[in-house]
T-cell receptor, first 110, second 115 residues
Framework: DAKTTQPPSMDCAEGRAANLPCNHSTISGNEYVYWYRQIHSQGPQYIIHGLKNNETNEMASLIITEDRKSSTLILPHATLRDTAVYYCIVRASIRGKLIFGQGTELSVKP | GAGVSQSPSNKVTEKGKDVELRCDPISGHTALYWYRQRLGQGLEFLIYFQGNSAPDKSGLPSDRFSAERTGESVSTLTIQRTQQEDSAVYLC?????????????FGQGTRLTVV
């Protein structure tokens, strides 16, 4: 599975959009981009995933560049409860497992 | 229940004892995963099941670790002769299938402390 690179930490003001970047320059054609988050002392929570096209759901939007070498997770109106570690994962659907990196620790501040 | 259930939620054991951790996946989910998370660190993949078979056991750290799944449902992770470095939160997840682009749902984990 392709490696991902994320900044170790980010801050965001409450009510503003949080834009979390992820580089995956070695991604191959059959690999999906997944985003999970882990709030302190809880199990990881699925957020969104995509292959080529941008995706949106009730939690977030996922923007994937045309060359698919990077992506951005957007939380449109961050709240204090969005403070968590956010993991970007690249996964081939045939591989089964999700491999977690170190993620980005997002702190939403009032 | 509606989600992935793990038991016990907390376990304290003495070094050298065996422990069993249980995971009840979401009903109908054929894929089941085990991860380990040491304090302040990321998630380490241990093993996953598709049905009752385990195509990938590559993350099991030693032969003291084993896992089984029966009835395409409950799974047990067993750690024999526990060591202090086994102290961690053990997380279980399930998904409809392992080999399609479906999301995995995680339980709250079992916090294991070896003293």
């Amino acid at each position: 599975d392709a490696k991902t690179t994320q900044p170790p930490s980010m801050d965001c003001a409450e009510g503003r959009a949080a834009n979390l970047p992820c580089n995956h320059s070695t991604i191959s054609g059959n690999e999906y981009v997944y985003w999970y988050r882990q709030i302190h002392s809880q199990g990881p929570q699925y957020i969104i995933h995509g292959l080529k096209n941008n995706e949106t759901n009730e939690m977030a939007s996922l923007i994937i560049t045309e060359d698919r070498k990077s992506s951005t997770l957007i939380l449109p109106h961050a709240t204090l409860r969005d403070t968590a570690v956010y993991y970007c994962i690249v996964r081939a659907s045939i591989r089964g497992k999700l491999i977690f990196g170190q993620g980005t620790e997002l702190s939403v501040k009032p | 229940g509606a989600g992935v259930s793990q038991s016990p939620s907390n376990k304290v054991t003495e070094k050298g004892k065996d422990v069993e951790l249980r995971c009840d996946p979401i009903s109908g989910h054929t894929a089941l995963y085990w991860y380990r998370q040491r304090l302040g660190q990321g998630l380490e993949f241990l093993i996953y099941f598709q049905g009752n078979s385990a195509p990938d056991k590559s993350g099991l750290p030693s032969d003291r670790f084993s896992a089984e799944r029966t009835g395409e449902s409950v799974s047990t992770l067993t750690i024999q002769r526990t060591q202090q470095e086994d102290s961690a939160v053990y997380l279980c997840a399930s998904s409809l299938w392992a080999e399609l682009d479906t999301e995995a749902f995680f339980g709250q984990g079992t916090r294991l402390t070896v003293v």
